[in-house]
């Protein structure tokens, strides 16, 4: 596609209840990143992935938290056990290189728990 | 602990006018340095970047300008257009790293 798309755009979920966040990057894209936002704030990084590797995973908040890329395109990010503090934007990007480079972001999954 | 700072949480700028956001950043080690736009209910779009081998980058009517002794680097806009109205995010990536620090964000509004 011509840009990075997530899916689903909204989710609410109760809490205890597990979610899945889609992200389809841009093609030939080798980098993916996950960045959570909450309110008010500036995005914050959670994981990394070059291809199918996750090559960094230092700021996902919990072991609740869990993100793969099997195939090194469309990545998974899944929150188990969900509670009210994991409400926010779960933003996707990806870029041509990891380093040095800007990347492009999707438009955002916005989980509520409820 | 903030490593990229936007003290300004909002500002307003009347149409033509320079728009002057502002960011400043702690660690010396940050080498690459980028500007994303937001606008309500989308993703960030990237607008504009520089390297820390440059003090300015120019792209039309944004230009970015740093100054690494002082940390703190700076996005002109102008003439500022309505359609500039959005929040404006400061990132930094370090040359090894592959993440991005953002800032707090500035929201712009440029009114006519």
């Known amino acids: 596609g011509a840009g990075v798309s997530q899916s689903p755009r909204y989710k609410v979920a109760k809490r205890g209840q597990d979610v899945a966040l889609r992200c389809d990057p841009i093609?030939?894209?080798?980098?993916l990143f996950w960045y959570q936002q909450a309110l008010g704030q500036g995005p914050e990084f959670l994981t990394y992935?070059?291809?199918?590797?996750?090559?960094?995973k230092s700021g996902l908040p919990s072991d609740r938290f869990f993100a793969e890329r099997p195939e090194g395109s469309v990545s998974t990010l899944k929150i188990q056990r969900t509670q009210q503090e994991d409400s926010a934007v779960y933003l996707c990007?990806?870029?041509?290189?990891?380093?040095?480079?800007?990347?492009?972001f999707g438009q955002g999954t916005r989980l509520t728990v409820v | 602990d903030q490593q990229v700072k936007q003290n300004s949480p909002s500002l307003s700028v009347q149409e033509g006018r320079i728009s002057i956001l502002n960011c400043d950043y702690t660690?010396?080690?940050?080498?690459?340095f980028l500007w994303y736009k937001k606008y309500p209910a989308e993703g960030p779009t990237f607008l504009i970047s520089?390297?820390?081998?440059?003090d300015k980058n120019e792209d039309g009517r944004f230009t970015v300008f740093l100054n690494k002794s002082a940390k703190h680097l700076s996005l002109h806009i102008v003439p500022s257009q309505p359609g500039d109205s959005a929040v404006y995010f400061c990132?930094?990536?370090?040359?090894?790293?592959?993440?991005?620090?953002f800032g707090t964000g500035t929201r712009l509004q440029v009114t006519l």
């Open positions: 093609s030939g894209h080798v980098s």
């Open positions: 660690n010396s080690m940050f080498d690459y």
């Open positions: 990007a990806s870029s041509s290189t990891g380093v040095n480079t800007e990347a492009f």
């Open positions: 990132a930094v990536n370090t040359g090894t790293a592959s993440k991005l620090t």
């Open positions: 520089i390297s820390s081998i440059k």
């Open positions: 992935f070059q291809n199918e590797a996750q090559l960094d």
